[in-house]
């Protein structure tokens, strides 16, 4: 079998239908644009004309790690849409039984219209986008330490709206980000959707600066990508220090499920804590996002800080994932 070669993420429309989303490097700045404009439209949309879009489509969710957000609005997308939704977990899947992931894709593609999947394994959704019959889009929501895509559409969707001028419509990317920082701060390391996010920032006139114990520093493929680019790349010695010239702040967990033991973990947890404390040496219109789930990483009396968009960012999720769910069916 050929090796499966993801589709170009072009800003026509046409060449979406049916193709499947690996990875952010699929895109091109039309396709963002595209994408965003999209949700844009989605998110004004009534919600009757939203669920006439695609009554009758299936979507299967196939989900071997635990999720709230990504599984949920992938779900609220497809319902709001007009379709329904097949829900898989590993724990009731035959993957149990020793099925491989491609059977499992193949199976699911005599079913849905489309397949939404994370896997504890990086590269899994090539593997499984190529087991899939031609036409039938797969969009991967995470694998393992590697990538997730969606999240990163649905971050620089949210960076664009914080980001623009106070009650105008959200700029293009290129626009919103010119001259900008945006600092990522946390598990660079195994945090999928920061890699995501520093490739797919790479491309804009922005400058990145990266702040993480050196046990968990951003993988040297990630920050290579980064510099292939026309974005600038640093490394802060502190988030204080850091924080003085962000504009927006990136926040990520340290992911306990991915280290060896307990006591490695432990040494690098709380490294950093975004509190109203800290914030008050940042600009009155840094905005911080996260990811989510939290931890410890930002205090709770940061929350009603208009600064925190972590909320905002995960209704800005619904919208980016409809859009492209909407652009693949």
């Known amino acids: 079998m050929a090796a499966f070669a993801p589709a170009t993420l072009s800003g026509d429309a046409a060449a979406w239908r049916g193709a499947s989303l690996c990875s952010v490097t699929q895109f091109t700045e039309a396709g963002l644009d595209l994408v965003l404009r999209r949700a844009e439209e989605l998110r004004l949309l009534d919600r009757g004309a939203a669920r006439a879009r695609h009554a009758g489509a299936v979507l299967a969710n196939v ?78 929501a995470g694998d393992g330490v590697g990538e997730h895509p969606t999240q990163a559409v649905l971050d620089l969707y949210t960076l664009c709206r914080e980001l623009s001028p106070a009650g105008a ?33 790479a491309a804009f006139d922005v400058a990145l600066v990266f702040v993480a114990p050196p046990e968990l520093a951003m993988p040297a493929g990630v920050a290579a990508a980064v510099d292939a680019g026309t974005a600038t790349r640093a490394e802060a010695p502190s988030l204080a220090a850091a924080l003085v010239d962000a504009d927006a702040l990136y926040v990520t967990r340290v992911q306990k499920e991915r280290f060896p033991d307990a006591a490695a973990y432990e040494a690098v947890r709380g490294s950093y804590v975004v509190d109203a404390q800290l914030m008050k040496t940042a600009k009155p219109s840094c905005a911080v996002l996260h990811p989510l789930p939290r931890v410890d990483e930002i205090s709770a009396d940061f929350d009603s800080d208009p600064r925190a968009a972590y909320f905002r960012q995960m ?15």
């Open 315 to 329: 209704r800005n999720g619904l919208f980016a994932r409809m859009a492209l769910l909407d652009l693949v069916l």
């Open 63 to 140: 989900f071997y790690e635990p999720s709230t957000r990504t599984s949920c609005s992938f779900q609220a997308a497809m319902l709001r849409l007009g379709g329904s939704v097949i829900c898989v977990a590993e724990s009731t899947s035959s993957a149990k039984k020793g099925e491989t992931l491609e059977d499992t894709a193949r199976s699911l593609g005599c079913y849905a219209d489309v397949v939404v999947l994370r896997h504890p394994e990086a590269g899994a959704a090539a593997r499984a986008a190529g087991a899939l019959p031609p036409g039938l889009p797969l969009l991967n």
């Open 169 to 201: 419509p959200a700029l293009p990317p290129r626009a919103c980000l010119k001259g900008k920082t945006v600092v990522l701060v946390g598990d660079l390391k195994h945090g999928r959707t920061v890699h995501s996010l520093a490739k797919m920032l």
